[in-house]
């Protein structure tokens, strides 16, 4: 089987793809002074892809507090241990469901659309009229795109933390009658902000990057056809959920 | 000889393969300044490929594409940009940037490498949407555009830099006659007021005729005739009594090589 997978050229591919995409990266590195220029154009993605995900991102957030509230609640209240239904419900979204969920939700709502978006700027040539233009693609379209996911991301994941507690909130104590103070109380005083909310911070900058990087690169190398940029879109999902999750791991056990 | 004198585009010994497809094979061609000059050929013989290379958007395998004293196939990226500032390409289907309106689209090269007054920036870009009909349409997305419309927008955008040299990549498609005697007479006009060298590539014989110079017939991967467009329409040799005449009979295959007809269509009982 092994054997078959290097004979195909499926080992190769994959790590040519990954060994390109870090190249890629450099270079939108190295264009990020010359999108400066341009940075009207990273505003107008900050809003596209950070203002435009609120939705999505604040419904989510709200729904995973409440359902981490009731689950919670349950498996607490058998060893007695409710009081500390804010402090739990707190530490889980800062330290793991903040950053790691919303970088899923912006892999598939934010993501997509910069793959699809450049994806068809390349089938329409759109980035060669640029290039004869003596335009920088990279400079003009990637690396604003790229500084708006790095940046929207910590944002988005403080929010859906905010409203996920609210939610933890709205289940724990006003449905099921934890104390208000405790929930608050205990919360403030076991959260840390260095260690549990800044933490969660870097993490949600790390999955902005990577996932932002991964929807440039898919449609910036998507074969100029229809059938190309729906592969490069689909693309985006899978590799960032994958990364995202693989990389969350890698995090953790560095932070803890 | 002065720099005047020197063509301002000299390809010589082009060799290019896609795949297993020679598409060029040692091509020489020269391109006088200030002239308007007319590639031509059969579909899929490299004349859009040509164009590439004369931008440097593709590097040869082999030879030499002298823009201007610059051997573009060696330069680094600075120096392609900065010879591309001075040069217009309209690409087959326009390229229009699909986030800004038509205003935008033609401004957007003054905007990215001169720093204008925003009032002349106004002025040049009404002036050249003028020339191509569409100062009407200046507020308008490309995707409320007609191709024949698109293809004119690109145009201005193409020349509102004013470029040394413009690419023209089948500009006269989609445009019905008003509008293909104007962009005929534009090009004319830039080329006689500003002494800009043009190069087009198009299949309209009747059109090429009015505008062009020079015309050169591309097949088989080199420059297989080449005359003022009159005297190449009358030329007695096969290749352009084939092409300009329209026959599937000569040197230039109608049908893609493939294999026996009979047998494909199982007349042979092969098929299954």
Redesign the interface.
Known sequence: MNARFLRDGYVTDALAQIGAAGLFFFTILGAVPKSLRHFRETVRQIWFVGAMSLVIIMTCGLFVGMVLALQLYHTLSIFGGTAALGTVVALSLFRELGPVVTALLFAGRAGTSITAEIGL?RA???L?????????PVAYVVAPRFLAGVIAMPILACVFNALGIFGGHLVGVTWLGVDNGTFWGNMTANVEVWADVINGVWKSLAFGAVVTLIAVFQGYTTPPTSEGVAYATTRTVVFSSIVVLALDFVLTAFLM | MSRSAEPLVRVRGLSTRLGDKVIFDGLDLDIPRGSITAVMGPSGTGKTTLLKHI?G?MRPDAGEVWVDGSNVPTLGRDAL??L??R?G?L?Q?S????DFDVFENVA??LR??ARLPEELVRNIVLTKLQAVGLRGAARLMPSELSGGMARRVALA?AIVFDPMLILYDEPFVGLDPIALNQVLKLIRTLNQTLGITSILVAHELSAVRRVADRVHLLANGKIVAAGAPDELARGESDWTKQFFGGEADGPVPFHYPAGDYAHDLGFDGSAA
């Open positions: 700027m329409t040539d759109q060669a009229a640029m290039e004869m233009m003596a335009v920088d | 931008t958007q940009f900065a591309r500032e040069i390409y690409f289907n390229a229009l940037l699909t957007f090269p990215q490498h955008r």
